[in-house]
């Protein structure tokens, strides 16, 4: 803590800084790390926090200078099958966008259901219903378990309504039933395992991968053609 009666900020901010230095100074690296992450956890969160903020900020300012043709998260990678800045520079050069036109794609985004990184996935999970709500997402690519959360309460599109009679028919061993905007049966979810960006990496046959991805599209997702072009490309 910051303390001292009858000094200035800037004084307290030096005689915290000198004490915890000296204390450091003792350690060896790895009691370095036990008290960093023990004494200061919690500033270290609300500054990842802030600084998701002013991403999502900073994200909103841009955005709202370019047309953007698909935008899509991707959360819980924790293989990285899914790079978001990989996959929006591969995916964009094969459009032929205008210089105002942009795809964007999310990686950074973590739901938990362990009680682990609370604030983190409150903050996620706020960022998806956010772009949501105001009909921004055209897909999320996530493990099966998020996909079954959101399922009970978020409205998600039926596939066959959005994908074209051909692509529905070639991916249709793929996709996962669940129960559209009406509470009707419908499909859902498409099954990512042999999209290129598993299948095609090898990362299906790799036994340390157990999660499963599903991509879903909410009700309300804006350029349903892009997708459909963007959809086909993962599976090409």
């Not at 935008?71 to 790079?83: Q, R, S």
């Not at 055209?138 to 596939?159: C, G, I, N, R, S």
């Not at 669940?178 to 299948?199: F, W």
């Amino acid at each position: 803590m910051i303390g001292g009666y009858g000094l200035t900020f800037r004084q307290k901010v030096k005689k915290w800084h000198d004490t915890e230095s000296a204390k450091l100074r003792t350690m060896k690296f790895g009691e370095k790390i036990g008290y960093i992450f023990t004494y200061y956890w919690k500033w270290m969160l609300l500054f990842l926090i802030a600084a998701m903020f002013c991403g999502y900020v900073g994200d909103a300012v841009v955005q709202a200078h370019k047309e953007i043709v698909l935008e899509g998260f991707f959360t819980n990678d924790d293989y990285d099958l899914f790079p978001a800045g990989n996959l929006q520079r591969d995916y964009a050069a094969t459009l032929e966008l205008e210089k105002k036109q942009a795809v964007v794609f999310d990686d950074s985004l973590y739901i938990s259901f362990d009680g682990g990184a609370t604030e983190y996935s409150a903050a996620s999970n706020g960022k998806i219903i956010a772009y949501m709500a105001t009909q921004e997402l055209d897909f999320v690519v996530t493990t099966e378990a998020v996909y079954d959360y959101y399922a009970k309460d978020v409205p998600m599109a039926d596939l066959e309504q959005i994908l074209s009679p051909e692509l529905f028919a070639r991916l249709e061993e793929y996709l996962v039933a669940g129960a559209g905007p009406d509470g009707n049966a419908c499909y859902t979810g498409l099954d990512m395992t042999q999209s290129r960006y598993v299948a095609g990496t090898g990362a299906d046959q790799d036994e340390r991968i157990t999660q499963r991805y599903i991509l879903f599209v909410p009700y309300n997702a804006p350029h349903t053609e892009m997708l459909n072009d963007y959809i086909a490309y993962c599976f090409s």
